[in-house]
């Protein structure tokens, strides 16, 4: 190798490692700002450790009404919501994967043609009003109940499974529910893992369905929430109630909500990247 | 094996059972496949129904069905009115810096890491910049609220301590909406995007560089003659998917930096879309801005498609 080449690799590494830099840097900036105090935030300039570690901000939001409805029915509604879009997943995936099902090719049809047209969002919204789902939770799961990207690639999934396994309990006088929740299900559980994950990020950063489908400020979510303090022309004061015989830490409260957004996706992170570095979802759309 | 091989049993399934008994003898399947088919009718096809009142004057009280047709009506409005050029303008220009800095930048990075022989600072570099995929675009846009706030932003100040002159206000003035919005993009989606790459990048046969190197070829050669070539048919699908989506701004993005005051330059599809359906209650022309937009969309990805294979590209299809 020249010398050349030793020079690019430094200035390589030193260029991806700028780049992992930029990535992180400003969500650290963030959390360290949302453990200050407001003159420090409005005095000093990038920081990434307080000067004097407070949690005057995470006690003022912590203590109103109004974040802690936002997150607990982001967190219920992520659970249930991710129960049900897997339970629908994997149920409508099973029957797809064998081929020697009758109207089986229709039915996949009818999904992969989703995939490069949809109604859009004055239709779909329609629909949510016309079944009276406005200002209900369910509107937030439902219309995007099965994601038709990941039913085809747990589609594939199954159809990967060895067959021999599954004919095996059928002689044994195995149903095909009883092959499904027995054998199937079990050889499965990275795959519904991975999905799980993706679902629950998808509920929990969704912005759009809330904004489109919520129009009673009680049910906002954390999203709802998040946008509602950080606005330029946010009245945050008002947004979250006043605490008695407590300062608005105004530029806090907008470090302190991002972070309570963020944290439980970086906590579930790890997770996400171990399934999907492997390439779960690349490639194997195709049949 | 010492014993004689048995004849094959007849496997379960056949001979194949006429398809009525076949489909009584997997009830449990067709059940277990009801719940996602009715999804997909009721959340997916019953909207596609409801574009047809892109083509009528949708009453509420009169339903899809019972509304009048009016035919173009709906998209001679769009065309004719006053919006249309600057929201296909905006549309366009975003693009296009889409198209020319947001694609690009993930094949750099991509190519950047394939270079880096030291496994652990790929990893690292690697788990570093997958992060903002998935964090949601409201998050995105509080940062950057946050970060360029006139007031106390720290990127705002920065700039400001280097440059001089007054402060300036990033995130309301019209100039800076276009470059933020690229900004955004490169910073959400470039580490994500080169996993595609990442991926063609390891399919390519690693004799081809024993041989180069044999032959006295430097990396900037290797990588012109090898690497290049061994990427291009993931990056022609990719240009393809890409430019089928050019018109699709991200509904959230755009409209999470809107302001009162950057409307003029912010104002895209589908941003216009919630704003006279949803806001205004224009259902009927709404829906007809999104079909327009759609249509235009698959033309596009047909289009490239046509154009990649013409020059001799496998294409998506």
Known sequence: ?287 | MATELAPRQAPVESPPAPPARRIWRHGWLYLMVLPGLAYFLIFRYWPMYGLTIAFKDYLPFLGYSGSPWVGLKHFEELLTGPDFARIMVNTLILALLTLLFVFPAPIVVAVLLNEVRHSVLKRSVQSLIYIPHFLSWTIVASLTYVLFSVDYGVIAQAIHAVVGGRPVDYVAQEAWFRPIIVLQSLWKQTGWGTIVYLAALAGVDTQLYEAARVDGAGRWRQFWHITLPGIRPALVVMAVLTSGQLLDTGFEQIWLMTTSLNRSVADVFDTYVYQVGITQGGYSYATAVGLFKAVIGVLLIFGTNWLAKRLGERGLY
């Open chain 1, 1 to 287: 190798m020249g010398r050349g080449s030793k020079v690019f690799d430094v200035l390589n590494a030193v260029f991806l490692l700028g780049l992992g830099a930029i990535t992180v840097l400003p969500l650290l900036y963030v959390l360290a700002g949302s453990f200050a105090s407001e003159s420090e935030i409005e005095s000093r300039h990038f920081f990434l450790w307080p000067e004097k570690f407070v949690t005057t901000t995470y006690d003022y939001i912590f203590g109103t009404d109004t974040f802690l409805r936002a997150l607990l029915t982001t967190v219920a509604v992520t659970a249930v919501g991710t129960l049900i879009q897997v339970a629908l997943t994997l149920t409508m995936a099973y029957p797809l994967s064998k081929s020697y099902l009758p109207g089986r090719t229709l039915a996949l049809n009818l999904v992969i043609f989703t995939l490069v047209f949809s109604g859009g969002m004055i239709p779909t919204y329609l629909v949510v009003r016309d079944l009276g789902l406005l200002d209900s939770y369910w509107a937030l799961v439902l219309p995007l109940a099965i994601n038709p990207f990941y039913l085809i690639i747990v589609k594939t999934f199954f159809q990967a499974l060895p067959e021999a396994l599954e004919e095996a309990a059928r002689i044994d006088g195995a149903g095909d529910l009883t092959v499904f929740l027995r054998i199937v299900l079990p050889l499965s559980k990275p795959v519904i893992a991975t999905f799980s994950l993706f679902y629950a990020v998808a509920i929990w950063n969704d912005y759009t369905s809330p904004l489109l489908y919520l129009s009673d400020s009680h049910k906002w979510t954390l999203q709802m929430l998040v946008r509602q303090l950080t606005a330029p022309d946010a009245d945050s004061a008002n947004v979250l109630e006043s605490l008695q015989g407590y300062a608005f830490p105004e530029q806090g409260v907008k470090f302190a909500v991002i972070v309570i957004a963020t944290v439980p996706i970086l906590l579930f992170y790890p997770f996400l990247q171990k399934h999907f570095a492997k390439g779960v979802l690349i490639g194997s759309v195709k049949e």
